[in-house]
């Protein structure tokens, strides 16, 4: 068999073909390295006296429909300058691993059309070097984001699994793109990102978060001159709950069966958008019925209503003057849970107006969560962290983010 066509079938010129069978399912080569290896692996001197050979095993892309096994004979070679014996460094193969480079090729193509489990079957592998072989990918392509370019970030977290186990995340706003993912939560999870961005001399101009209180600590801290934006569909998510809470309340203290009757299953009546009610399934029929009988439930989800005015004002001042005059209506209507939503309002009222000069949300961000969810799903969780964060910022590539 010629180098030529060794090179054309598994990608590995230079090498001189000993012999080759099949075995077992196997097509298997027995190869000598070329003599342009023969140097220092250290200094890469080729003054060295050679000291035997080492059999090395490598899995090489498949001949035909044969799984194919290379069985190499690395030269051990003693240098001269740095008086070490080391065996050398093959061509064509990575450092300290069983496969060849055109190997490692084929099975990244592979993982964007099959899963690990197939990819591992049809090449005759463990899908552990499947795995490793893509972490490896990953990591040379993905594992330090560029961040000088960012501009406009959102950040958010999300559960690994049960036992509160989470993942702090911050999203590239412009590019989709995830450009940090941390274990752990809240301003103690983002040190590593607020380090490498210092380092970049990036100049962010815009940060979407929730109200968390620690993520607006940590962006005041290391962002002191970007704009903060709180989250717009957090705050409406906020007063979606409060008006949960308060018809639980309402329900467990109605005295007659009738009130209890209107008022249990009227939840997602009362969250949805009223063009959104099904007149079919009599909803908004059923809401009114509800709204007639309590006037502090009506008063609540009038106001809830109300809200989602706050971000269609044609300016900040208008903006600002209705968010006053809203907190003003929530104090006055004597609702315990009105109240502390226009305490809480008014105490981020900065943040909250600042969608007027930045309108950004996390709401890409939820979408990416989204993905992340089925990732997980699709691999049936992660147990190697680091190889979950490398996959989550090659999540925005459009072949590659979903297979599992």
Known sequence: MSTSVLYRAIGMSGYEHLAAWDDQGYFKLRMRTPKSCLKCPGCGSRDVIRRGTVDRLLHAPPIGLRATVMFVQAPRVECRRCSTVRTVTLPKVPAGRNHT??????????????????????????????????????????AKPRLRHLKAIAIDEFSVRKGHKYFTIVLDLESGAIVFAGPGKGENALKPFWKRVHGSKARIQAVATDMASAYYAA????????????????????????????????????????????????????????????????????????????????????????LRQLWQQPNRRQAERFLRDWCARARASGIRVLQTMAKTLQKHRNGILNWYDYPISTGPLEGTNNKIKTLKRQAYGFRDLEYFALKLYALHLAKFELIG
């Open 219 to 306: 962006v005041r801290k290391n962002l002191p001159q970007a704009t903060h934006v709180f989250d717009r569909f957090h705050i409406v998510k906020l007063m979606n709950e409060k008006l949960t809470t308060l018809r639980r309340e309402l329900q467990r203290e109605a005295e007659d069966m009738l009130h209890k009757s209107v008022l249990k299953g009227t939840r997602w009546l009362l969250l949805k958008h009223p063009d959104n009610l099904d007149g079919l399934r009599n909803e908004e029929q059923r809401l009114q019925d509800a709204l007639r009988l309590n006037s502090s439930l009506a008063t609540a989800y009038y106001l809830k209503e109300d």
């Open 101 to 142: 480079k055109s190997f490692a090729r084929l099975v990244i193509d592979l993982r964007k059309v099959m899963t690990i489990s197939d990819v591992a079957d049809y090449l005759g592998v463990s899908t552990r070097m499947v795995r490793d072989i893509e972490k490896s990918w990953l990591a040379r392509k993905f």
